[in-house]
């Protein structure tokens, strides 16, 4: 089957610090990884595409200073959360569409906690 | 309107029943469709991809597409109580800027009680 690892699974920092999470498809590769916030008892929020080599793509209403994202080789995309805030406590969730097909597969997901 | 619509639930069925999930959506862009599940605090997991109109079974799993009504389905045989979870349905559109992007339903909560 398809595996995308997320890491750390939860963390919890101090307003004003830096938080980067990473994204791994770990048996396929992928161009195409999407970031996701989710808030309880609510859908996926896209919050942005990241293009393996290319800048990230950001939905309307998310700051793209604020959530730094780089995709650095086919398996591997990190997101950096600059300057955390507790408004920024969520569960962040990356998922990669395998190349040729369009299915999408999802990381186990980040819990932060920004105190 | 939503470009995609789904029940909340919550549902709640007996151990062993046939538990059926619905989506409608708007945009005919669509053209791939997908279902995922999502326990509490966890990633959601795909059960299953279809691109095309009619079913796709999967054991206990069915997949139905109609996309001249713009429905979508999801079927449960013989549920468990390790079906209790939020269910999604997922779209995306085959071309145009937003390919790759999915759109998702709200998701339905599923109890299946032993």
């Known amino acids: 089957g398809a595996v995308v690892s997320q890491h750390p699974s939860r963390v919890i920092c101090k307003s004003g610090t830096s938080v980067k999470i990473e994204c791994r498809s770990l048996?396929?590769?992928?161009?195409?990884m999407f970031w996701y916030r989710q808030f309880p008892k609510q859908s996926l929020m896209l919050m942005a595409t990241s293009n393996e080599g290319s800048k990230a793509t950001y939905e309307q209403g998310v700051e793209k200073d604020k959530f730094l994202i780089n995709h650095a080789s086919l398996t591997l995309s990190t997101l950096t959360v600059t300057s955390a805030h507790p408004e920024d406590s969520s569960f962040y969730i990356c998922?990669?569409?395998?190349?040729?097909?369009?299915?999408?597969?999802f990381g186990p997901g980040t819990r932060l906690t920004v105190l | 309107q939503k470009e995609v619509e789904q029940d909340p639930g919550p549902l709640s069925v007996p151990e062993g029943a046939i538990v059926s999930l619905n989506c409608t959506y708007s945009?005919?862009?669509?053209?791939?469709f997908m279902w995922y599940r999502q326990y509490s605090r966890k990633g959601p997991e795909l059960l299953m991809y279809t691109y095309s109109s009619g079913n796709k079974e999967d054991g206990r799993f069915t997949a139905q597409v109609d996309k001249s009504s713009k429905y979508i389905s999801l079927f449960i045989r013989d549920s468990q109580p390790s079906d209790s979870a939020t269910y999604l349905c997922?779209?995306?559109?085959?071309?145009?800027?937003?390919?790759?992007?999915?759109?998702f339903g709200q998701g339905t909560i599923l109890t299946v009680h032993p």
């Open positions: 998922s990669a569409r395998r190349q040729l097909t369009n299915e999408q597969f």
């Open positions: 945009n005919s862009a669509f053209q791939y």
């Open positions: 997922a779209m995306g559109p085959a071309g145009g800027t937003s390919y790759g992007k999915l759109t």
């Open positions: 048996d396929f590769q992928a161009t195409t």
